[in-house]
């Protein structure tokens, strides 16, 4: 997939999430985040004194789901297995369905309270999630009876057990509605009552936080009939966070991809990607035409870049530095519509670029550009001795790209 939505949402750890939904009356399943086996100890102690809880449950925080799968979430019944546990997780590369081959680095666990006790009933899991449906262009609670499990297999093997509630924006969450999802969820008596309040809380915190999606898999109704978060995936709009500043600091760039932490940091927008032709493009639109041009020529593109509307010498340079920190990038594919920009200032850009760098590049540059000055660019590139390959027709550059 090579949509840039990772620049809009800023990924956050269960433990955050949780802190956010206690904030605003979500009943969470209680836990203390651990650096080490020594304070997992402790917060295990700590724990078992204020909740009562006799086991704990030792969570690998990382920014992907299916943690379980990989040995991420273990159940410990004494101390001696919390400190055992938090030494085999935290510092492993814990590999899971959504990260990649070799997985991701776990700093931290997050040592919870026992949630599974027996009771006067069984207990049950749901799913429950906010995010807004692009289609309708308004919030939406989806939910299911059957939670703990990957949703998406559930949407493929048995749809009709999801269900879904979309929200007025003039009007907001409604008593019914939160009623007619504990209705669905086959609830009575007071977990009836616990959801409707679990739910309202729920909406409240991703509208109040500016989130993205609030996924919670599973919520819990105990032996006891409560209802509780158990987990908590949530992204909040990265837009948003000029008047988030408490959740901004949330932020844990050792999560992040490093090359797109830096691009970041220097304005571009820079997405990593799995291919081998590296991209320069200015403007959203065009990048993901480029993309799908790499693609129709028979390669696969390695980043999203868009340099914006001042693609000078030091943003173009910058942004070659970026894009071949990726050892698998074997040709760079550059193109810039003229617009705001002019093509002749942006072609100065590259050669300055080509010549101040030197032999730090090492794989073939094509240059496509159109708009204002096009042809003054071409002969400047064709003229400035560099190994820079020239393009002006969409077509012409795929052939470069293939022929390089």
């Known amino acids: ?19 956010i ?7 969470i399943q209680r836990g203390i ?30 920014h992907a789901g299916g943690r379980g799968k990989g040995g991420g979430v273990k159940l410990a019944k004494n101390l001696q297995q919390v400190e055992e546990i938090a030494e085999q997780i935290i510092g492993m590369q814990l590999i ?7 997985g ?58 999801i269900f879904t509630e979309e929200i007025d924006p003039t009007v907001g969450l409604q008593g019914f509605q939160a009623r007619r999802i504990a209705f669905n969820l086959g609830l009575s008596g007071n977990a009836f009552k616990e959801m409707v309040k679990f739910i309202d809380s729920l909406y409240n915190a991703y509208v ?30 990265d837009n948003a966070l000029y008047r988030q500043a408490k959740y901004a600091e949330m932020r844990d760039i050792r999560e992040e991809n490093p090359i797109e932490v830096e691009a970041k940091e220097v304005g571009l927008n820079y997405v990593d990607l799995d291919g081998t032709v590296g991209c320069m493009v200015n403007g959203a639109g065009l990048a ?12 696969e593109p390695a980043n999203f870049l868009d340099v914006g509307g001042t693609a000078d010498a030091k943003r173009v340079e910058t942004a070659f530095r970026i894009i071949l920190k990726d050892p698998n990038v074997k040709a760079i594919l550059i193109n810039i519509f003229g617009g705001i920009v002019r093509c002749d200032r942006v072609a100065q ?41 020239s393009a002006v027709q969409f077509q012409e550059a795929a052939d470069q790209v293939k022929a390089a």
């Open 33 to 62: 985040v651990a650096n080490n086996a020594v304070e997992a100890v402790a917060a295990a102690k700590q724990l078992t004194a204020e909740t009562g809880t006799g086991w704990h449950v030792i969570k690998a925080q990382i």
């Open 208 to 237: 109040g936080s500016d989130a993205s999606m609030f996924e919670i898999n599973p919520v819990l109704k105990t032996s006891d009939n409560k209802i509780m978060a158990v987990d908590a995936k949530v992204n909040i709009d």
């Open 96 to 102: 899971t369905p959504q990260t990649s081959a070799e």
């Open 288 to 299: 993901m035409a480029t993309m799908d041009l790499i693609k129709y020529a028979g390669f």
């Open 104 to 161: 991701k680095k776990v700093n931290k666990v997050l040592v919870a309270e026992d949630v599974y006790y027996p009771g006067e009933s069984e207990t049950s899991e749901f799913y429950v999630s906010v995010l807004l449906n692009r289609g309708t262009g308004r919030n939406m609670i989806m939910y299911s009876t059957e939670g703990g499990m990957d949703i998406e297999e559930v949407a493929e093997h048995t749809p009709h057990l």
């Open 1 to 19: 997939n090579s949509e840039p939505d990772k620049f809009y949402i800023m990924n956050i750890h269960e433990y955050q999430g949780k802190e």
């Open 349 to 389: 850009g590259v050669v300055d670029a080509y010549k101040n760098m030197g032999d730090a590049i090492n794989v073939p540059i094509i240059v496509r550009l159109q708009g204002t000055n096009a042809e003054i660019a071409k002969e400047l590139i064709d003229n400035s001795g560099m190994p820079i390959l």
């Open 21 to 27: 939904l206690a904030s605003y009356g979500v009943r």
